[in-house]
């Protein structure tokens, strides 16, 4: 069984930073997806960023250019560097890993973005 466990969220004020971590029990390098989800409340869960065998990383559209996500594949350990935050963008973020077809998602983060 995969466990993904994130980290690194919080509440910060409009403009800040934060970096989102998620500790992967199994080497990445053995999932063709990686990627981050976000879900703020009454909404659905929507793709952030992706890594995706084969394919260009991918971001949503609203975070292209303030958010990157990146990964160590000797700490087995997805990230997102998220700069430039809005308040839009506060929600429970999700990592999410698949090794199709097992797919595989932790427990969710949440960030604030409030002054």
């Known amino acids: 069984q995969v466990q993904l466990v994130e980290s690194g969220g919080g509440l910060v004020q409009p403009g800040g930073s934060l970096r989102l971590s998620c500790a992967v029990s199994?080497?990445?390098?053995?999932?063709?997806?990686v990627a981050w989800y976000r879900q703020a409340p009454g909404k659905q869960r929507d793709l952030v960023a992706i890594?995706?065998?084969?394919?260009?990383?991918n971001y949503a559209e609203s975070v292209k250019g303030r958010f990157t996500i990146s990964r160590d594949g000797v700490k087995n350990t997805v990230y997102l560097q998220m700069n430039s935050l809005k308040p839009e963008d506060t929600a429970t973020y999700y990592c999410?890993?698949?090794?199709?077809?097992?797919?595989?998602w932790g427990q969710g983060t949440q960030v604030t973005v409030s002054s």
């Open positions: 999410y890993t698949e090794s199709t077809p097992l797919k595989y």
């Open positions: 199994r080497t990445i390098w053995s999932f063709n997806i």
């Open positions: 890594f995706a065998s084969g394919q260009p990383t």
